[in-house]
């Protein structure tokens, strides 16, 4: 379907949120993710991880089993769209700002938009629903630093473009510096969705769920990154349409950072073993690796056979 497509829709069938379809055991409170299991579970049926280094109302989650929430442990961050820093083609409305309407005319380029979150140095969760026009070149999800452009006068994959931005297209690939990385399957076409970012600015990874299940590793080395970094989401399909469901945050103890420091040389189960920590510190140690295969640069062909758009 082309960008410009405006043929009126009824509005989409809402899906139950993420947290009501997600059941993370206790032993993966931080990340979702373990060792040989959890940081799995693609779409696809894939555990994918980027080589790629870092150089209309809220819904209430208070009611919810803590195991239903990939930050069991946190509390609700209610932050929301930036009025100040997005597209001309962006019109935010709903409780408190929340939903985001991209090109609610008709398309002729990119659209973004900047949450008010910062999230160096914490755990955030966010959630977003995406309405059923899904199609197009590039509908975007992830992050990107002030310098981040928020329009384009042509249909892009602007998040991720530069070295500005990190960003997931519904296409399925990564986008980083401009590169592209086969990360999961296509979304599907007119088709509803919920897409769950889990950002760790202690460890320094992007994780992403799909429809209430965890994608895997996206993006390394962010905590490398000095300057701040925001929430963006951006579209190049007209009348595109996202509502912040849920946001979380976890304080960060002495216990992670500590983890952080030592985990920086410590890079797989084998090194982790040679250690012969108690069963309970390895095990904490090794909630944070994650040895799966990079993922797959796209090549200039398959870019115009699969139709991934440069």
């Not at 379809?21 to 579970?41: A, F, I, T």
């Not at 700002?97 to 380029?109: I, M």
Request: aromatic content about 8%; charged content about 20%; hydrophobic content about 30%.
């Amino acid at each position: 379907m082309s960008d410009v497509e405006v043929d009126l829709q009824q509005p989409p069938q809402v899906q139950p949120s993420v947290h009501q379809m997600v059941s993370l055991s206790q032993g993966r409170r931080r990340h979702g993710l373990r060792r040989g299991g959890g940081g799995g579970g693609g779409g696809d049926g894939q555990t994918l991880q980027s080589s790629t280094q870092g150089t209309t109302s809220s819904t209430s989650v208070s009611n919810l089993p803590a195991r239903f929430c990939p930050l069991s442990e946190g509390v609700e961050d209610n932050w929301t769209w930036s009025k100040r820093h997005r597209s001309k083609e962006v019109v935010l409305s709903g409780p408190n700002a929340r939903t985001v309407h991209f090109h609610p005319n008709w398309s002729k380029g990119t659209a973004g938009v900047q949450g008010k979150r910062s999230l160096n140095n914490g755990r955030y969760y966010w959630e977003l629903h995406v309405s059923q026009r899904v199609f197009g070149t590039s509908i975007m999800f992830g992050i990107g630093t002030k310098s981040a452009r928020l329009h384009a006068n042509a249909f892009r994959n602007l998040l991720g473009e530069n070295e500005h931005g990190w960003g997931l297209s519904h296409k399925g690939v990564l986008w980083h510096k401009g590169v592209a990385l086969l990360y999961t399957k296509r979304f599907r076409e007119n088709h509803p969705t919920q897409i769950g970012i889990l950002f760790d600015g202690i460890e320094g990874t992007l994780t992403y769920y799909k429809d209430g299940k965890c994608l895997g590793v996206a993006f390394r080395g962010l905590d490398q990154i000095d300057e701040p970094l925001y929430p963006i989401v951006c579209s190049t399909a007209a009348k595109t349409e996202m509502t912040l469901k849920c946001t979380m945050r976890e304080f960060v103890n002495l216990q992670d950072r500590c983890r952080a420091v030592i985990m920086k040389r410590v890079r797989n189960s084998a090194q982790l073993e040679k250690l012969k920590l108690p069963t309970p510190i390895s095990d904490y140690l090794g909630e944070v690796i994650d040895e799966m295969k990079p993922l797959r640069q796209v090549n200039p062909l398959e870019m115009c056979i699969l139709n991934y758009d440069l």
